[in-house]
C-alpha cells in the first residue's frame, strides 16, 4: 500500500522528474504563439478512447491561458478532408503546411502512456499519463516540454474492515470507475496539469492573457 500511496503522491505533481530544472523560455518568448493547433494525441495505450478523451480536455487550459486554440471540429475536418485520421499519420503532417491551412503559430505534439483502469486485487486505480511539446512552426523550434498525470486514487481513501475490507472496496472501486467513465474525469484532470499556464514550469501566458509577458 506504500508503494501505491508514493504513487498517486508523484502522479499529483506535474513532473516529478522535472521539479528540480528550469525550463529554458528563451525560444518561447522570441517566437510569440499566439494561434496553437492541439494535433490529436499519440495513444501508446490499449485504450483506443484514449486519444479522444484528452483531446476534448486539452483546449480550455490553453483558451483560459491566453491562446487562441484552433477548434478541434474544424481540425478533425479538415485533416479528414485530405485523408488523414490516425494521431501516427498527422504528427508526420508538415510543420509549413500546418501553419498556413491552419493560421496556427505553434503546434501541440502529446503522447499518452497511460490511460485507463487497473486492478490490482487490494487496489483499483485510474491513471491516465501524457507529455507533450510546443514546436513553433516557422523554425521548428521546440518552445516547450511537459508531463501531466492524474489518478482516481489521489481522491480516495482506504477503508476499514482489515483486508476483506479493502478488497471489497477495491472491486467496488472498479465497478464505479467502469460505470462512470473514471478515465475521462481523470483526463480532464492531467489535461490541466499537463498545460498549466504559468510559472515555474508551464507553459507562458498568451497574449489573451491579463498576465502576457509577465513571465
Not at 506535474?14 to 492541439?38: E, H, M, N, W
Not at 490499449?46 to 490553453?62: E, F, H, R, Y
Not at 485507463?116 to 516540454?145: E, F, M, Q
Request: with cysteine; proline share 6%.
Amino acid at each position: 500500500m506504500r508503494r501505491v500511496a508514493g504513487l498517486a503522491l508523484c502522479l499529483a505533481v506535474t513532473a516529478c522528474a522535472s521539479q528540480g530544472q528550469a525550463p529554458d523560455y528563451t525560444a518561447f518568448k522570441a517566437a510569440k504563439p499566439r494561434t496553437i493547433l492541439v494535433l490529436p494525441p499519440v495513444n501508446h495505450t490499449p485504450d483506443v478512447n484514449a486519444t479522444n478523451g484528452l483531446l476534448s480536455q486539452m483546449t480550455l487550459p490553453l483558451a483560459e491561458g491566453g491562446y487562441y486554440v484552433v477548434p478541434v471540429t474544424l481540425e478533425t475536418e479538415t485533416f479528414r478532408q485530405n485523408g488523414l485520421s490516425a494521431p501516427d499519420e498527422i504528427i508526420q503532417a508538415p510543420a509549413e503546411k500546418l501553419r498556413t491551412t491552419f493560421g496556427a503559430d505553434a503546434a501541440l505534439y502529446t503522447t499518452i502512456t497511460a490511460y485507463g483502469s487497473v486492478y490490482h486485487v487490494i487496489d483499483s486505480n485510474t491513471i491516465v499519463t501524457a507529455s507533450a511539446k510546443l514546436v513553433d512552426l516557422k523554425s521548428g523550434s521546440v518552445l516547450w516540454t511537459g508531463i501531466g498525470s492524474a489518478a482516481s486514487s489521489e481522491k480516495r481513501q482506504n477503508s476499514g474492515g482489515g483486508i476483506v475490507g479493502i478488497l471489497v472496496s477495491a472491486a467496488m472501486n472498479q465497478v464505479i470507475d467502469n460505470l462512470t467513465d473514471e478515465s475521462l474525469a481523470e483526463a480532464g484532470t492531467a489535461a490541466n496539469r499537463l498545460l498549466k499556464v504559468g510559472p515555474p514550469n508551464g507553459l507562458l501566458y498568451g497574449p489573451r492573457s491579463v498576465k502576457y509577458g509577465t513571465d
